[in-house]
């Protein structure tokens, strides 16, 4: 029986993290804004490539907003994964919606696109749709984008544990109309606690910013004409978001199993590899989980059928 637990990830410091927030402190803001916040979404604007960025207190607020943001309400139903943690589906049950528990496929352990085909079919087309990257592992997203593109159905993106996941080129948490990360002790990097909304329209990310911070009207009294949260992220918090931000990929490299020798040696075998490409009957290239399984079962049972 094994007796040492394996973590999703474990905090450790890069070593710059005390600097932003000795800033913070130096410059007074002790409060949720400010020099440290504001750089912190841009830290991650940048390394996404796409999308707006709002630093929150939690991955579950960004949910939460999500689900605002998608128009979810009361006898809404919202498809979503059952292999997942909770706070997947509770932003849902807030707004008085319906979560659609679908089951996982085995190659990726997310959310099945034929079981989301079948679950239109007899529920009807859903409000939205929460697709989660489990462990970090980028679900089918091509096959559920495509469903969601069809149907009208706006999609969610829950990559709280999937910051510096790559799809096909393209970063995670960026496919979605909203993508959610999440930076609490067991993330890839860490705020202590915190996360992050990612709007593919600059608008929604606006209003999720008013959100997050009461729904305040921008007057000199207080007025609100809509509901709101105290979701903004900590100046404190995102100073250590910043120095975690230095290190993700040295992170994301290592992940603690291979050396920066094994990683080189990795890569002087695949251009050996490369170089003899011409010499080989048969070429895989394995960019497609799905079509680079399909390709050599293919193959062999052609080869078989010629036998």
Request: a negative charge.
């Amino acid at each position: 029986m094994m007796s040492e637990r394996i973590y999703l990830a474990s905090p450790h410091m890069g070593g710059s993290e005390r600097r932003y927030v000795d800033l913070a402190f130096d410059t007074n803001w002790i409060a949720p804004l400010g020099a440290n916040v504001t750089g912190f979404e841009q830290d991650l604007q940048q390394y996404l490539g796409a999308g707006y960025v709002t630093a929150l207190s939690a991955g579950t607020a960004a949910l939460h907003l999500a689900v605002r943001l998608a128009g979810v309400q009361r006898g809404d139903r919202v498809f979503c994964q059952s292999l997942t943690f909770s706070a997947s589906a509770n932003p849902i049950v807030y707004e008085g919606g319906e979560p659609v528990f679908l089951d996982s496929e085995s190659d990726t352990w997310n959310l099945d696109p034929e079981t989301v085909e079948a679950a239109i079919a007899r529920f009807g087309v859903p409000k939205a749709l929460i697709a989660v990257h489990l462990y970090g592992m980028p679900g089918k997203l091509d096959a559920i984008r495509s469903l969601c593109d069809a149907h009208g159905i706006l999609l969610i993106e829950d990559a709280a544990e999937a910051l510096g996941s790559v799809y096909h080129g393209q970063k995670c948490g960026t496919f979605g109309h909203y993508g959610v990360l999440s930076f609490n002790g067991n993330k890839i990097i860490t705020t202590s606690g915190g996360g992050a909304l990612v709007c593919r329209d600059e608008a929604d990310a606006q209003h999720a910013l008013k959100m997050a911070t009461q729904a305040r009207e921008p007057v000199a009294w207080y007025e609100h004409t809509e509901l709101g949260y105290n979701y903004r992220m900590s100046n404190i918090c995102a100073g250590i978001g910043r120095g975690q931000m230095e290190v993700l990929e040295q992170r994301l490299r290592g992940r603690g199993t291979e050396t920066d020798d094994v990683v080189d040696m990795r890569m002087r075998t695949a251009l050996v590899e490369l170089s003899q490409k011409m010499e080989y009957d048969y070429r895989l290239v394995n960019d497609d989980l799905d079509e680079a399984t399909r390709q050599p079962v293919a193959y062999v049972n052609e080869i078989a059928e010629q036998q």
